[in-house]
């Protein structure tokens, strides 16, 4: 019979000492340690989302595509041919798809993350590994659908002639500071709709007003201007504004807009993690 000393061997796994509340900067330095330490799991549950996304559907990845197209042909007929819209002298198509690819990111990033911790309960209660990789797997995998609405609003407009300058590259930054915004409010729902379900139902109608409070179908020029300060307080107005100035306008975006909404995205990420983290503590007794 073999020594008991066989069956208990150590291993050489971590050991995860669960103690009195952390401070918050060493919440911040562990939780980028532990994701790091986790980028596998994390690239692979991204790969997972992408996978299950449009299995066994019709159309298949076809539907990365069809969506923001009918949304641009029933906004044209709408605001450009019904309302008589002003959209200078750019095409009412391009203007108006120009507006809803970034705002489609990041409706579908939140849409989708918010009841992504609910969605893997099962996993959550049993495992341990960094909660917050579920929520924001769920928004980077919507940068699938941003790349292909970026390469249709190209098509688009050499179709109508308008040919992006080298003004466009400041779209990179821009959508950077989007996908950082994203990421944040993708971890606050998403904690938020584990313990309070009403978060998720609310959601729909929540997106809804915010895209007609941006400038998504319409130009900012509309916004009279004893409002525009406020209005322009909301950082996805000046995003998806400053997007179509800078790929399809060829202007250069307003750099203290830009440094604003930079601040503003860094500290969102941070406060938003800070939150998921202190709520991850007993998000699975909840759950």
Known sequence: MKPAST???ADDRPIRIIGPTQSVGRLLSDGVTSLVRHKSLFVEMTMLRLKLRYKQSLLGWIWAVVPPLLLMATYTLIFSNVIGLKTGDLPGAVFIFSGLIPWQFFSTAIST???GIVTYRYLVSRCAFPREIIPVSYVVSALFDLSIG??????????FGAKPTLHALYALPILGMLLGYSVAASLCSSSFQARLRDIGIAMPLFLQIMMFTTPTVYSSDYIPQNIRDIYFLNPLAILIDAFRQTVVLGMNPNLNEMIYCAVGSIICLILSYILFKRLDATVADVI
């Open 7 to 9: 069956f208990f061997s």
């Open 113 to 115: 993350a918010t009841a």
């Open 150 to 159: 970026i390469f249709m609003l190209i098509a688009l407009m050499y179709y």
